[in-house]
């Protein structure tokens, strides 16, 4: 099943939760986290993943009551809010890993030469720069989309001093952020 998850946030706002897997409504869901390539179907944030059909990385997968038992997902039950505070961390801890990658993991990453530590990704490898770069902003979109929704009900966004301080790290790095001042 194709999911359109533009659509799916779309009607997260307008009050209901769908199962990505099934397509039922629910008031709650279960979120937990999967590996299986199949659950990027299931993964909010893999709609802007490179991998997509091969991901294998840890993802946080949103499903109803039976899906998730279908899969033996291990989750925990979320309301609307819970859903979208637990995409706030995915987003953030993604964000902190694309972080770290364009900081200094790409270097052993693709285990350079030590004379070439002063380079950057971008000169060295400029499709994994491009390819890391558009996955960022990506996340960069859903976070501003993220932080509005709290916004629009008045609710306190969790750990707001996060954003400043990633700004501050990226800017620190070279790089530019949509979520900037
Ligand atoms: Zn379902
Ligand atoms: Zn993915």
Redesign the pocket.
Known sequence: MQIDWQQTINDILAKKLS??????L?DDVLVGYLRTPEAAAWAPLCEGCTKRESCDARKLVV??????S?VRLRGRRVDEEGFMVALLEECRSNLEETLDYLADYWREDLDIDPDEMDKRLEDVEPELFEEEDSWRRYLEEQYGKIHTWFRQRGLAVPNPGWRSEYVEDIIAIGYTTLLGD
């Open positions: 199962c990505p897997r099934c397509g039922s629910t499903l109803c009551d039976s899906c998730a279908d």
